[in-house]
C-alpha cells in the first residue's frame, strides 16, 4: 500500500529566508505526486503537482519541486518566504485507480517570523 | 480555475439533530466527489468517495447509516451526518475532481473550503 510521509511536523522560518519541506512516498508504480496547502479553517489548495515529465516542477505563489525517483522524495521548496506563507502543507500521492484517491502525509506546519 | 464551493461554512447544531452539507463543483464537471475529515491539527481522512449516479463508497470505520451521501449531478455531492452527537463535531471537507473530456490523467482533486460542525 502506499504511503506518504512528511517528517517535519513543525518549521519555524524567517520572512525572507528560504523554506524546504520534506516528502517520502512509497509507491509501486509511478506516482501522481501533489503539494497542497491549507490556511487555518480553509479548505486545501493546490501548489503544484507531478504526473510525469519533467522532474522539476513549477507552482503557485513561487514554490517549485522536485521529484527524485532514486531517492521517493518530492520535496517542496520556495527561495524566500513571505509572512502570508504560514499555514499546514500537505504532501499528498494519488493512485491510478478508477477513483483518483489520495493519500496524504501527516502536514508540516510553517510559521514564519519577522 | 477550478472551484469547489461548500456550504455551510459553520454549522452548529444541538444532539440528535441532522445536518446537511453540500459541495458544489462551480465551472466544472465532478464525476468524482470525496469527503474528508478533518481532526484538530491532523491530517485529511479519507471518509467516502462519490460517484455521480451511484451509491457512495466508504472507508473502512465509516459508518455510512451515519454520514449519508448523495451524488445526484455532476456538479453536487451532498454529506448528511444524521442524529449527529459531540463526537461527530469535526471539520469536514470536500473535494471534486474533474471530469477530463480528453487527454490527461484529470486525478486533480479540488477542494471547498471546509465546514466547520459543533454539536452540542
Known amino acids: 500500500a502506499q504511503s506518504v510521509t512528511q517528517p517535519d511536523i513543525h518549521i519555524t522560518v524567517s520572512e525572507g529566508a528560504s523554506l524546504e519541506l520534506r516528502c517520502n512516498y512509497s509507491?509501486?508504480?509511478?506516482?501522481?505526486l501533489f503539494w497542497y496547502v491549507q490556511s487555518p479553517g480553509q479548505g486545501l489548495q493546490l501548489l503544484l503537482k507531478?504526473?510525469?515529465?519533467?522532474?522539476l516542477v513549477q507552482g503557485i505563489k513561487g514554490f517549485e519541486a522536485e521529484f527524485k525517483r532514486s531517492q521517493s522524495s518530492f520535496n517542496l521548496r520556495k527561495p524566500s518566504v513571505h509572512w502570508s506563507d504560514a499555514a499546514e502543507y500537505f504532501c499528498?500521492?494519488?493512485?491510478?485507480?478508477?477513483?483518483?484517491?489520495?493519500?496524504f502525509g501527516a502536514g508540516t506546519q510553517v510559521v514564519v517570523t519577522p | 480555475g477550478a472551484v469547489v464551493s461548500q456550504h455551510p461554512s459553520r454549522v452548529i447544531c444541538k444532539s440528535g439533530t441532522s445536518v446537511k452539507i453540500e459541495c458544489r463543483s462551480l465551472?466544472?464537471?465532478?464525476?468524482?466527489m470525496f469527503w474528508y475529515r478533518q481532526f484538530p491539527k491532523k491530517s485529511l481522512m479519507l471518509m467516502a468517495t462519490?460517484?455521480?449516479?451511484?451509491?457512495?463508497?466508504?472507508e473502512q470505520g465509516v459508518e455510512k447509516d451515519k454520514f449519508l451521501i448523495n451524488h445526484a449531478s455532476l456538479t453536487l455531492s451532498t454529506l448528511t451526518v444524521t442524529s449527529a452527537h459531540p463526537e461527530d463535531s469535526s471539520f469536514y471537507i470536500c473535494?471534486?475532481?474533474?471530469?477530463?473530456?480528453?487527454?490527461?490523467?484529470?486525478?486533480?482533486?479540488?477542494f471547498g473550503a471546509g465546514t466547520r460542525l459543533s454539536v452540542l
Open positions: 509507491y509501486g508504480a509511478t506516482p501522481y
Open positions: 499528498a500521492v494519488g493512485t491510478t485507480d478508477s477513483w483518483g484517491k489520495l493519500q
Open positions: 473535494s471534486a475532481r474533474e471530469r477530463k473530456l480528453a487527454g490527461g490523467p484529470g486525478n486533480i482533486q479540488y
Open positions: 507531478y504526473f510525469s515529465g519533467d522532474t
Open positions: 462519490s460517484n455521480e449516479g451511484s451509491k457512495a463508497t466508504y
Open positions: 465551472d466544472f464537471q465532478a464525476t468524482t
